[in-house]
């Protein structure tokens, strides 16, 4: 099935209207009526990259940027792209041939009503930062970042800091006075409590953040979280885990040699007979460094 997505003329907002009927009329949040159309899609040019938008180079197949390899197969190219109308990968985050964003959003019953998470009352107001869209609360400045957006605004400040050259040191935060109190909030979308997490495990910014739905940001954040990619965040933060994850390696390579008994997770009801340590540690060593490769990669 062909995955259509609507622009509004207006404002411009992507809206996913694959379950919508040709001919059906849909008001848009800035109050635009647009109407599904009769989609005729063209045959896709793999000229950017997907999953990060950049210009492919013809004689490399991955990306030199992000490193991610285009979707060539026809089967997995049914969506169509807003701008150019071309045919792109399913799970494209820039058309493979025009290289605009792509970022649909749902238009349901809860449109425009969200609330925010940490005022409780007023309503979220849809607006742009760059080409991504985004809710966010005229009264606290706290952001909503819907499921997937967050990973593209911060590809892209990682890209543009591919760019350039910055000689200044590694930009971290650390809370300030108003941050003593820790608070959970809920998720807007499903309501239930958000985790708290460091931004890229070094960072100092405190996100809040539902798995399924997407990303809460507390004012000026947003700032503070590109501030530190473009200073080159995210390498030391690769560095820092990969240091981690050598720790455990050598952790379980130690508690391998020095113990040769059978492992206490296992017992004669779940295996016939018993697994020693250094078999499991062996295992344990082997899937730390597939991660630590990948990581690398």
Not at 91 to 119: K, N, V, W, Y
């Amino acid at each position: 099935m062909v995955k259509r997505i609507l622009l509004c003329q207006e404002c411009k907002r992507q809206w996913d209207v694959t379950n919508y009927e040709i001919g059906q009329k849909l008001r848009c949040l800035c109050g635009f009526l647009m109407e599904v159309p009769l989609v005729k899609s063209y045959a896709p040019a793999i000229q950017h990259c997907e999953s990060c938008g950049a210009p492919r180079t013809p004689t490399k197949l991955a990306c030199q940027y992000c490193g991610a390899e285009p979707t060539l197969t026809s089967s997995r190219m049914s969506l169509v792209c807003p701008h150019c109308l071309c045919r792109t990968a399913d799970e494209s985050m820039f058309c493979q041939s025009c290289g605009q964003s792509i970022q649909p959003a749902t238009l349901d019953h809860r449109t425009g009503q969200l609330l925010c998470p940490r005022c409780l009352k007023p309503r979220l107001l849809n607006r742009e930062i760059g080409a991504f869209q985004v809710d966010e609360c005229g009264v606290c400045g706290g952001m909503w970042i819907g499921e997937g957006v967050f990973e593209r605004i911060v590809n892209q400040q990682a890209r543009e800091r591919e760019e350039k050259v910055y000689s200044h040191e590694i930009r971290t935060c650390s809370p300030s006075a108003t941050d003593t109190r820790i608070t959970y909030i809920k998720c807007p979308l499903c309501e239930k409590f958000m985790n708290r997490r460091n931004f890229a495990h070094a960072s100092g910014v405190i996100i809040d953040e539902c798995k399924n739905d997407g990303i809460w940001l507390d004012r000026d954040e947003l700032h503070k979280i590109a501030e530190y990619v473009a200073s080159g965040g995210l390498r030391r933060s690769k560095e820092i885990e990969l240091r981690r994850l050598e720790e455990q390696r050598k952790q379980i390579v130690q508690a391998g040699s020095s113990f040769t008994g059978p492992h206490p997770l296992f017992s004669d009801r779940t295996r016939d007979k018993d697994i020693e340590l250094t078999e499991f540690g062996k295992a344990l060593f082997d899937a730390v460094a597939d991660f630590v490769h990948w990581i690398k990669s």
